[in-house]
């Protein structure tokens, strides 16, 4: 089935910093979204992003499905970026249910 | 923006016990789910339903398990009979169509099995 790995695992920045949160995929995907799970657990949907860029305030993302991997950017980081981001995807052999990748933990200090 | 809300936020229940969670999924989706994260976790799909039938569900989703949707509006996910391992964050989700369209979730119910 379709793999999907994301990179780093955790990052640790200073508020004001701006990261790279990278997505990769194995095989081409119909949907691919992100994700941001705060502390207490909630899942805050970021992204509907299956090709293309796009933006919200300080954060972007593109997917760059031809090479199967999609970017999400966070400029000026505040602390309240803090938690996991998750990339999850779809595809018609996982009968299109997502499909999630482990997160990347991200750590934003004052 | 509308949203999907899901009732309890937390439950803790005994081992053995049956536990309902409940979902209101945004009014004009078709497609409902549930999803479940054990703690440090990644997301697993549980289930699938559509037009008042399960259309797919996972190796998690055993005979424990079932979904209703009783009325126009909720979307239930019972648990027969709790075990530890149940312990979880459960997710609703919804959307339009079974592809093309973004997943909503809501903001879960934590379920702790004593």
């Known amino acids: 089935g379709i793999q999907v790995e994301q990179s780093p695992p955790d990052l640790i920045l200073q508020e004001g910093a701006n990261s790279t949160l990278r997505c990769n995929f194995s095989?081409?995907?119909?949907?691919l979204q992100w994700f941001h799970q705060n502390p207490w657990g909630q899942l805050i949907n970021l992204f509907y992003?299956?090709?293309?860029?796009k933006q919200n305030g300080r954060l972007s993302a593109t997917t760059v499905a031809t090479e199967r991997y999609s970017l999400l950017y966070i400029s000026s980081s505040q602390t309240t970026d803090s938690g996991v981001y998750f990339c999850?995807?779809?595809?018609?052999?996982?009968?299109?249910?997502?499909?999630w990748g482990a997160g990347t933990k991200l750590i934003i200090k004052p | 923006e509308p949203e999907v809300t899901q009732t309890p936020s937390h439950q803790v229940t005994q081992m053995g016990q049956e536990v309902i969670l409940r979902c209101v999924p945004i009014?004009?989706?078709?497609?409902f789910y549930w999803y479940r994260q054990i703690l440090g976790q990644k997301v697993e799909f549980l289930v699938s339903?559509?037009?008042?039938?399960?259309?797919?569900k996972s190796e998690i989703f055993d005979d424990q398990f079932s979904v209703e949707r009783p009325d126009g509006s909720n979307f239930t996910l019972k648990i027969r009979s709790t075990k530890l391992e149940d312990s979880a964050m459960y997710f609703c989700?919804?959307?339009?169509?079974?592809?093309?369209?973004?997943?909503?979730f809501g903001n879960g119910t934590r379920l702790t099995v004593t």
């Open positions: 999850a995807v779809d595809h018609m052999d996982s009968n299109y249910q997502l499909i």
């Open positions: 095989d081409s995907v119909n949907n």
């Open positions: 992003i299956p090709s293309g860029t």
């Open positions: 009014s004009n989706h078709l497609y």
């Open positions: 339903f559509y037009n008042n039938e399960i259309s797919e």
């Open positions: 989700a919804s959307r339009t169509g079974p592809y093309n369209s973004p997943l909503h």
